[in-house]
């Protein structure tokens, strides 16, 4: 990623109560501490009930819609297979993914109404190629103590991506956002999350 006027445009998706919005605040607060114009833009579908939820989010030296167009994602982060395969077609060919190994059935699958996709890494290799990353966010978080860190390791995850943004900077932010005593654990998710994944 470079600051060269371009609009960069990450997409965000995942399921209800996975801290999808918390996510993209976290980057957010990390970007505009680095001086670049933030906007964004949430869907929430049911998101109490374990529904989608999705962020538009665009930075860059000065954006002037919140909104992506379909086709023109740079980075897909999802915390969720299905939901990631969901907006497959708004990546751009040469876009990056970043994806959650982790499956939560939507009450039309645990009816026995639809399956489940299978391989759903496998159809985003043959798409993008090297440019996905697949994460095991939810085995990490629980290995630290606290399955809620789940989204903190994705973002830690993401931020291998952004050249300008430093470690600090991302640490920075997820202080000013969560509570003190939150801290310590979430702190040591992101790093655990940016380990996970080698660019």
Do not use: C
């Not at 998101?47 to 819609?65: E, L």
């Amino acid at each position: 990623m470079s600051n060269n006027g371009r609009t960069h445009n990450v997409f965000l998706s995942g399921v209800g109560g996975q801290g999808t919005i918390l996510a993209s605040n976290i980057l957010g607060q990390a970007l505009l501490n680095a001086g670049y114009d933030v906007k964004k833009a949430e869907v929430h579908g049911m998101a109490q009930r374990g529904g989608d939820v999705t962020t538009h989010f665009r930075f860059g030296a000065k954006v002037f819609s919140p909104l992506i167009k379909q086709g023109e994602v740079d980075y897909l982060i999802s915390f969720e297979l299905l939901e990631a395969l969901r907006y497959i077609n708004w990546v751009k060919p040469e876009g990056k993914i970043v994806l959650n190994n982790y499956s939560i059935l939507p009450p039309s699958v645990s009816l026995g109404k639809m399956e489940y996709p299978k391989d759903v890494e496998q159809i985003f290799r043959e798409h993008f190629k090297e440019n996905v990353w697949v994460v095991e966010g939810n085995r990490i978080a629980k290995k630290l103590g606290n399955i809620q860190v789940a989204n903190i390791v994705m973002i830690g995850a993401l931020s291998n991506f952004f050249s300008e943004l430093n470690p600090q900077q991302w640490i920075g932010a997820i202080q000013e956002l969560l509570p003190a005593k939150l801290h310590e654990i979430n702190v040591k998710a992101f790093q655990a999350g940016r380990s996970a994944v080698k660019v």
